[in-house]
């Protein structure tokens, strides 16, 4: 969605992009069922991932402190974005519905360049964190954008708002570990 | 909210949720038979396409909407998401994946009322 595409683009995206089925032909294992085989890739991985944390970088290339900068980064392209997009809107011609109009404003440049930083830094933290931890935890954005429009963007959420934006982080929160165990196999 | 505001949602989230698969699906490919072979650059090329298609509309949308209202409606990407691995992976759908689904969409509802 809108704010949506670039959010999961970050969050979801990423993960679908680096899983560790991607490694599959490193593993020369025999299998005898395909489910099997990706078990034994996920827990080979699992173990790779925990000799890697174990002696994992000090300072900025801390994953714990990627993450959160890859957090930081998605959440403030988002305003970025919306910030943008009012400077050129021009809701009445049907060709803005493509959203090319919106290059016209600087900021959209700048959210395109915290993009692709948030990218970096989430490609980073999956060589350390597993995606069922990492996923889950990427999800905070999702209390942090509403939040954030409403302190800083001046955006007023009527209370029905509030419940439905309540509703659906709920439901995140259910079923993001079950989504990256998803996506790990797709 | 307008049936197009709708459709616009609906297939900047697909086009997305496609491009994401479609990557995967590249990377796969190259971890096999190597970065430089037709199949690769094509899904690459594939799946950059669908993301940009999905950004641009997402600025469109974000010119006549307030992100707090635009904000909820990614969570409709983790739907499409489960129903891809339902169909595709053949996987049975635990009830917390059914449950998290439901609530989802009904916040969903309720946002789009707001």
């Known amino acids: ?21 991607a490694r599959r032909g490193t593993h020369g294992v025999a299998r005898p069922t395909k489910t099997r085989g990706i078990r034994n890739i996920l827990r080979q991985y699992a173990r790779t991932l925990k000799k890697r ?10 994953p714990w402190l990627q993450l959160g900068l890859s957090v930081a980064c998605v959440l403030v392209s988002e305003f970025l974005l919306k910030r943008g997009a009012t400077q050129v809107a021009e809701p009445d011609s049907a060709f803005s519905w493509t959203g090319i109009n919106g290059l016209a404003s600087p900021l959209v440049w ?3 360049l915290l993009i692709i930083a948030s990218f970096i830094s989430w490609l980073y933290v999956l060589k350390y964190i ?8 990427s999800r905070v954005v ?4 509403p939040l954030g ?3 800083f963007l001046g955006e007023s959420i009527s209370p029905l708002r509030w419940c439905g934006i309540a509703l659906v982080i709920i439901g995140l929160a259910l079923v993001a570990k079950p989504i990256a165990q998803i996506e790990e196999r797709l | 909210m307008s049936i197009l505001a709708f459709f616009f949602i609906v297939v900047s989230l697909l086009s997305f949720v496609v491009a994401q698969l479609v ?10 038979s190597g970065l430089r072979n037709s199949r690769f650059l094509s899904l690459i090329a594939i799946g950059t396409a669908l993301m940009t298609v999905s950004f641009f509309l997402t600025l469109g949308l974000l010119q006549r909407f307030d992100l707090s209202y635009l904000y909820p409606f990614q969570g409709l990407s ?7 691995a339902a169909v595709v992976l053949k996987e049975k759908l635990s009830l917390r994946l059914i449950v998290g689904a439901v609530l989802i969409s009904a916040g969903i509802v309720l946002v789009s009322m707001s």
């Open chain 1, 1 to 21: 969605m809108p704010a949506t595409c670039l959010q999961s683009q970050n969050l979801v995206g990423r993960a679908v992009l680096c899983t560790p089925n």
């Open chain 1, 53 to 62: 944390m174990r002696d994992r970088p000090r300072g900025f290339g801390n």
């Open chain 1, 110 to 112: 700048w959210a395109i």
């Open chain 1, 130 to 137: 597993p995606l069922t931890i990492a996923f889950p935890l």
């Open chain 1, 142 to 145: 999702d209390i942090l954008v």
């Open chain 1, 149 to 151: 429009c409403w302190i």
């Open chain 2, 23 to 32: 990557l995967k699906r590249a990377m796969e490919v190259s971890a096999t």
């Open chain 2, 78 to 84: 983790v739907i499409f998401i489960t129903l891809t």
